[in-house]
């Protein structure tokens, strides 16, 4: 897009652009989504951005009525295989705040005066401004959803002192986290706060029509008892499971009726230090940060594909919540599954209905039965398959190959769901490469047929 595009897409605030870039008006200081429902400024005062963390980089605050840090993340990321689109969907799952830029480099490959080279190149801000975008969005959450103490926020979201939040909040929202917290515009108020028994409430975004139905069917149809579980009416669903974080372990539901925009969930956690993680898996899982206009666009050029996708607007490719999870779930299958958990898998500190355990690390795995579960599970512990949010889908599937009881089929699967590979078709069918980058979209259409 040039800029002349953007603008366009400002002037008729188009939401199918949020995420995909911010625009700032100089005269105001404030950066906004392209959607924004404020007048349109001039576009001699109009400056774009790429990201938020560049916006906020270039002094700009964060817009009160339009919340440009809590769009969807753009569909770039899922596409791209390379540094910048790996680096980003690390620090979407919070490397930096937990490894820093060093270890987020050594997951890369390249040194860390690379990698913040090519980040500041691209996305004009380099690993450290995108995490504290990152956090700040994640600070904003549990001011307004919680009655945590300010400090415990802080520290929750990933910020190294009370000081560097109180700036940071003070830089992007121009008031302080108090002030921020008292704010009622969000509809999140004392109210909401008080209902934190039920979970930390999240409104997840996503981008154009969401044909949530075909994704909780599927999820309903692989779950696993014991860490997840399907419960209620068609069209009103709820989604729950048990996740394994970085410090911890959580609870997530996520509700089947779309709210227009977003998904509406909850998060209960041991440590909230894991909310960001646990966000951005929910959001592989449940595939938010797609470009359906793209996708559908794409397609339906197919005549075989056409009628699916006007029936389906918006079907989407679901990932995994536990990369390492579904890829011993794909050799073992569901049944087999099911008793690793049981004889495997970390009974929960406290229950939650149906959900008791988190699926086993792979160390834990080590003794089960079967060659090819040992040997994927030793490789999943060591390294040698790295499934991460920042893998190498190429390197990954290439060691998955070199593995006993895993064919290409397998390792197709796995890096379609797994790796969030928006490009994957299992079967190898010639017709389909008329369907890149999108080929994982074009295989769940024939499923549905």
């Known amino acids: 897009m040039d800029e002349r595009t953007r603008y366009e897409a400002v002037s008729s605030r188009d939401a199918r652009f949020d995420g995909e870039f911010f625009f700032a008006v100089e005269t105001t200081g404030i950066y906004c989504r392209p959607s ?41 990321w899922n596409v791209r295989a390379d540094v910048v689109g790996r680096a980003m969907r690390m620090i979407g799952d919070g490397v930096v705040d937990r490894e820093g830029v060093p270890g987020l480099a050594q997951r890369l490959g390249y040194s860390s005066r690379q990698v913040q080279r090519q980040l500041n190149a691209e996305l004009g801000a380099g690993p450290v401004a995108l995490a504290r975008a990152q956090r700040a969005h994640t600070a904003r959450v549990l001011l307004q959803t919680t009655g945590l103490p300010v400090t415990e926020i802080a520290f929750a979201a990933g910020f190294a002192s009370v000081r560097q939040f109180n700036d940071t909040i003070r830089r992007i929202y121009a008031r302080t986290p108090s002030a921020l917290r008292a704010e009622a515009g969000t509809g999140l108020g004392a109210a909401v706060r008080e209902a934190r028994a039920a979970g930390i409430p999240l409104r ?119 990369p390492e999870e579904f890829a011993v779930r794909t050799l073992v299958g569901r049944d087999a599954a099911e008793r690793l958990v049981e004889a495997y898998g970390k009974v929960l500190d406290v229950p939650c209905g149906g959900l008791t355990h988190v699926f086993p690390e792979p160390g834990a795995l080590a003794a089960a039965e079967g060659p090819e579960l040992r040997a994927l599970a030793a490789a999943l512990a060591d390294g040698g398959v790295r499934l991460d949010a920042g893998a190498d889908r190429e390197e990954a599937a290439r060691a998955l190959l070199r593995l006993p009881g895993i064919g290409p089929a397998a390792a197709a699967v796995i890096r379609m769901r797994a790796l969030g590979d928006p490009d994957v078709d299992p079967a190898g069918r010639p017709g389909a490469d008329g369907w890149r980058p999108w080929r994982s979209y074009g295989v769940r259409h024939l499923e549905l047929l």
């Open 36 to 76: 924004c429902p404020a007048v349109t400024p001039k576009r001699k005062n109009v400056r774009f951005y790429p990201t938020a963390a560049a916006a906020q980089g270039h002094g700009f605050r964060a817009c009160r009525r339009c919340r440009p840090d809590a769009v969807p993340g753009s569909a770039d």
């Open 204 to 322: 997840l975004a996503h981008r154009g029509p969401y044909a949530a139905r075909e994704v909780f069917d599927l999820l309903a149809g692989e779950a696993v008892a014991r860490i997840e579980e399907v419960g209620g009416a068609v069209g009103a669903r709820t989604y729950r499971r048990a996740l394994r974080l970085p410090y911890g372990t959580g609870i997530v539901a996520v509700d089947e009726r779309s709210a227009g925009a977003w998904l509406d969930a909850r998060i209960h956690l041991t440590d909230l230090r894991d909310l960001t993680t646990a966000v951005q898996r929910l959001r592989r899982l449940f595939d938010l940060d797609a470009d359906p206009y793209a996708v559908d666009e794409r397609l339906r050029a197919d005549p075989l594909l056409a009628p699916g996708v006007a029936a389906r607007p918006g079907l989407r490719s679901p990932g995994a919540a536990d």
